[in-house]
Nanobody
Framework: QVPLVESGGGLVQAGGSLRLSCAAS????????VGWFRQAPGKEREGVSF????????YYPDSVKGRFTISRDNANNTVYLQMNDLKPEDTALYYC???????????????????WGQGTQVTVSA
């Protein structure tokens, strides 16, 4: 059973918005640091949004700052990625990842994560 399942991807025009969901089963996302990553063909995996276990710490790289927002819905064991003002360069396969983190940190290194979803495709047309 895949512990993380992403949804919400699709085709959108530049300037549009999408909200991605990362739903967990078999683990409590509230106890895990969560990150959203993306990978475009021929490019390395890139972290785009991160949230700590508690106290709501978030981190965004400059490429998405001000456009993307990560949030938790602990009641539904889900983490969201709200993406606004999408650009063609945002086109990629988007993954969520979770890490059991007792230190309440922002985790930006992909290999540090314990669980990964299978990804949801986001395509932004010009």
């Amino acid at each position: 059973q895949v512990p993380l399942v992403e949804s919400g991807g699709g085709l959108v025009q530049a300037g549009g918005s999408l909200r991605l969901s990362c739903a967990a089963s078999g683990l409590m996302l509230a106890d895990h640091a969560v990150g959203w990553f993306r990978q475009a063909p021929g490019k390395e995996r890139e972290g785009v949004s991160f949230i700590s276990v508690s106290d709501g710490k978030t981190y965004y790289p400059d490429s998405v700052k001000g456009r993307f927002t990560i949030s938790r819905d602990n009641a539904n064991n889900t983490v969201y990625l709200q993406m606004n003002d999408l650009k063609p360069e945002d086109t990629a396969l988007y993954y969520c990842a979770a890490k059991d983190d007792p230190f309440n940190t922002i985790v930006v290194i992909p290999r540090s994560y314990d669980y990964w979803g299978q990804g949801t495709q986001v395509t932004v047309s010009a």
